[in-house]
């Protein structure tokens, strides 16, 4: 018998549960109503409305610039006009109205010149401006084939490539003195710590640039736990497993594929950023850049391989490690291409930074000396290496 | 030079304001060619397939406004009239009103107003009268009314002198004689100027020679702005307040009939404004105070307050632009045509 049963008086009908378990829902309706009733302060929004209309996308086609635009403030926004380079210009639109996170588009036809700047802006019923400023003016590229598979391409080139060449490091790793992979793998914290500050530092970024409704920075924030909780489940589920199948695994692809995972996300973010930027007409790309992206993504070829140098996985593992890490950037460059928005950006960003912060708490006890130091001499100077690695190389895509 | 991370660099289009730096620093020609991923590049050139013309997309409805651009270009208030002791007086009343006015198609603005207008009514007199303005402020603000011209400090329209400011709900008398002969205006002179200004609180104010002027086509035009967010500089641009209001209806003249322009430049945040007049000249008056022109010409650059009787004849039937030279003013709705008949 349930001991809550003896507890009930004798004639007083006990509550069902499922009434008990709304009581204070309806408890909370009454108090609310009371508080509207009673025209609690507050409650009335007066003054100038509150217009926030996010320009989540710019296209610009021959003789047209195209806004995709979202009202992400508390109050309906009105699209009156619109200007660029400082003259009103004839436009249409869908819907002039746009309620509360309500999207639009507004096509202006206008001459635009290949490579110049444009100060295109809205004015809205009320004679607020949105801005919309074009930097440098390029066709958007239309989303055929052709254009996924140069996005594959750079993905290729940008991602796998470098990663695969890194990789290539393996053997000298297997030979080298069991003490120096300590040093490699701390070099390889230290370039994950580069990336995932970097991987921070950008989303929040990107997430000022777009609409604050959706989350903006708190989104980061909100990927990196979301990644660093997920891992964290498939990291114990797949050391279960291990362990299953051997009693002494040292988890040594386990820790791999975690690496190459923290490091996919991240290429996910920078595929987003670059297939946007595509989208967006404004890729500054020269042949000099994508080498000094794949200079920089080499290194992460080299901190997948160190937690398997002392047992070499086939090659075929070798293959997917590789994917894991270097296709997503793929995966990033057509959702960028295709469905850029700031906040999604954001998001991705924080989800890599967040892998990241997860597969640096696993290695981080490789890295401890026979006498049980973290910070012995050894894997400071590796850490401390792979920051000056990272930083060194990101200089070479940096201006 | 600017540091720039290589995403920043990537998502220039919405992030780096460097980007164009970038992109002229780095050889990558070859890169567009082989990759061809901006065929604006190479495919699109310079081809535009749509026809492009600056303008407003709509209409403004006079009847939502209360007063119509149209009607203000001939829209001369001559007030009430009485002799007094052997002498002419002349007397108006203004009332300072607050009222949201369309200045461009869909855009209201919360507008400070003479009488519910902008520009004010155009008050016309004649030298050596005694004019007698009652104004009452029905605004939620402290407003006055400071004319140009020559009278006593009493009446002189600004705070802390004589009446100084009228509160809302108060009134007061503004008395003066009419002169020097010329086209002058009339503002609110309280502070902060430049807003009570912008917002509307203007209008022209003519004073005629006593002799008279030669017979003609009289028009008022008032050059003025609007900073409808609150930037401190201008959104949008007019004569007469409505953005492309007489390139929607030309201001219709006759051919050869002799047109007189009484402008006025009014504008706020910019330091000078311009008149230009398509396929013809005209005889340039300052103040109007003189009454030989100054210069034949096509083009007059007036700052802030600065006003001038333009007078001309049109040879011609047909379509005539005019706008400020200033081509930005114009492109925001400063521009407007003359319509030539027979």
């Known amino acids: ?98 309620g509360r996170l309500e999207a639009s588009t507004v096509d202006i036809p206008f001459p635009w010149i290949e490579g110049e700047a444009y100060e295109v802006a809205l004015l809205t019923a009320t004679g607020g401006a949105i801005a919309a400023p074009i930097e440098v003016a390029a066709e958007t590229p239309g989303a055929d084939v052709g254009f996924y598979g140069l996005m594959a391409l750079i993905g290729l080139y940008v991602g796998i490539i470098p990663v695969a060449i890194g990789m290539l490091w393996l053997p000298w790793i297997r030979r080298i003195d069991p003490r120096w992979i300590r040093f490699l793998l701390a070099l390889t914290v230290g370039l994950l710590a580069f990336l995932g500050i970097d991987a921070l ?61 923290g490091i996919g996300l991240h290429n996910l973010g920078e595929g987003l950023a670059i297939g946007s930027a595509y989208a967006v007409g404004s890729l500054a790309l020269g042949a000099s850049l994508i080498v000094g992206f794949a200079l920089h993504n080499t290194t992460e070829g080299l901190a997948i391989v160190a937690p398997v140098a002392e047992r070499a996985p086939p090659l075929r593992r070798l293959a997917l490690l590789g994917l894991v890490a270097g296709a997503p950037a793929i995966v990033g460059a057509w959702i960028g291409a295709s469905a850029f928005n700031a906040g999604l950006a954001a998001f991705l960003f924080g989800l890599g930074a967040g892998a990241i ?17 973290l910070f012995n001499p050894l894997a400071v100077g590796g850490l401390l290496t792979g920051l000056a690695l990272m930083y060194a190389t990101g200089l070479l895509i940096s201006v | 030079m600017k540091k720039i991370s290589r995403r920043k660099l990537l998502t220039g289009g919405s992030l780096a304001a460097a980007v164009p730096m970038v992109h002229a620093l780095v050889p990558h020609r070859g890169v567009h060619d082989a990759l061809g991923a901006e065929p604006g590049h190479a495919a699109t050139g310079h081809a535009h397939p749509r026809s492009f013309h600056v303008g407003a997309v709509g209409s403004v409805d006079p009847r939502v406004n209360g007063f119509d651009p149209h009607a203000i270009l001939r829209d001369f208030d001559r007030g009430t009239v009485r002799r007094e002791g052997g002498r002419t007086v002349r007397e108006w009343e203004i009332v300072a009103e607050d009222k949201e006015i369309e200045v461009a198609p869909g855009v209201k603005y919360a507008a400070w107003t003479y009488n519910g207008r902008v520009p004010g009514p155009t008050l016309r007199a004649t030298e050596g009268e005694l004019l007698r303005i009652r104004f009452v402020n029905g605004s939620e603000h402290p407003h006055t009314m400071h004319f140009h011209g020559i009278h006593t400090a009493e009446h002189d329209g600004v705070p802390g002198i004589g009446p100084g400011d009228i509160q809302p709900g108060g009134s007061t008398v503004y008395e003066f004689e009419a002169e020097p002969f010329g086209i002058h205006l009339y503002h609110c002179h309280s502070t902060p100027l430049a807003d009570h200004i912008a917002k509307g609180l203007y209008g022209m104010f003519i004073v005629d020679p006593a002799e008279g002027r030669p017979e003609a086509d009289e028009l008022v035009l008032v050059q003025n702005g609007f900073d409808t967010n609150f930037d401190r500089s201008n959104e949008i641009y ?16 006759k051919r050869d009939e002799l047109v007189r322009i009484y402008l006025l430049n009014i504008l706020e945040f910019d330091l000078v404004n311009s008149f230009h007049i398509h396929a013809n000249f005209f005889n340039r008056f300052p103040t109007g105070t003189s009454r030989e022109p100054t210069e034949l010409t096509d083009t007059i650059v007036q700052g802030q307050g600065q006003r001038d009787i333009l007078e001309l004849r049109f040879p011609y039937t047909g379509k005539y632009m005019f706008h400020a030279h200033v081509s ?14 027979d």
């Open chain 2, 328 to 341: 930005e003013f114009a492109e925001l709705g400063w521009m407007g045509f003359f319509e030539v008949v």
């Open chain 2, 238 to 253: 007019a004569v007469n307040t409505v953005a492309f209001a007489y390139m929607e209806r030309p201001i219709r003249v």
């Open chain 1, 201 to 261: 530092l950008e989303g929040t970024e990107i997430a000022a640039t777009g609409a604050e409704a959706f989350g903006g920075a708190g989104l980061v924030w909100l990927g990196a736990l979301v990644a660093y909780l997920a891992l964290a489940g498939i990291d114990s589920g797949m050391r279960a497993r291990e362990r299953r199948a051997r009693a002494a695994g040292a988890g040594g692809f386990t820790l791999a594929l975690l690496v190459a995972v």
């Open chain 1, 1 to 98: 018998m349930e001991p809550t049963a003896t507890t009930a008086a004798p004639g007083v009908r006990r509550m069902p549960a499922w009434l008990a378990g709304l009581l204070p829902l309806g408890v909370l309706a009454v108090a609310i109503v009371a508080f509207v009733l009673l025209d609690a302060p507050g409650l009335e929004r007066s003054g100038v409305p509150v217009e926030d209309v996010a320009v989540e996308r710019t296209e610009l086609h021959p003789g047209e610039i195209e806004l995709q635009l979202r009202n992400v403030g508390p109050d309906t926004v009105t699209i009156a006009q619109a200007i660029v380079n400082d003259a009103f210009v004839p436009f249409e639109t869908d819907d002039p109205e746009l």
């Open chain 1, 357 to 373: 912060a997860q597969v640096v708490v696993q290695i981080a006890p490789s890295l401890r000396d026979t006498a049980g130091r």
